[in-house]
Nanobody
Framework: VQLQASGGGLVQAGGSLGLSCAASGSIADIGTMGWYRQAPGKQRELVAEITKVGSSDYADSVKGRFTISRDNARNTVYLQMNSLKPEDTGLYYC???????????????WGQGTLVTVSS
């Protein structure tokens, strides 16, 4: 099972970016998917997560600006980021709670980080 994230880049404050993360491999089921970020010198933190049926939750710092969504048919989770601020800068990681066809039970799988840089 692999998660491939894409969509990071450089944007000015107030701008927008969209991230996507596709899961592939021997997948039996995908539960909650989410986005985390890690700013330089800080711990990784939850940005947003979404359940299989579409219930979502957000960090207080991004509520009203970021929107998480998913396409279950494509095993893909998205993060639309609007009104970006310099403090949103960091490496963004996707995570999926996935049941593989070859491994018993669910496990957390992580994508590689994609860099988001917001200039002031």
């Amino acid at each position: 099972v692999q998660l491939q994230a894409s969509g990071g880049g450089l944007v000015q404050a107030g701008g927008s970016l969209g991230l996507s993360c596709a899961a592939s491999g021997s997948i039996a089921d995908i539960g909650t998917m989410g986005w985390y970020r890690q700013a330089p010198g800080k711990q990784r933190e939850l940005v947003a997560e979404i359940t299989k049926v579409g219930s979502s939750d957000y960090a207080d710092s991004v509520k009203g600006r970021f929107t998480i969504s998913r396409d279950n048919a494509r095993n893909t989770v998205y993060l639309q980021m609007n009104s970006l601020k310099p403090e949103d800068t960091g490496l963004y990681y996707c995570k999926g709670r996935i049941k593989s066809r070859t491994v018993w039970g669910y496990a957390d799988y992580w994508g590689q980080g994609t860099l988001v840089t917001v200039s002031s």
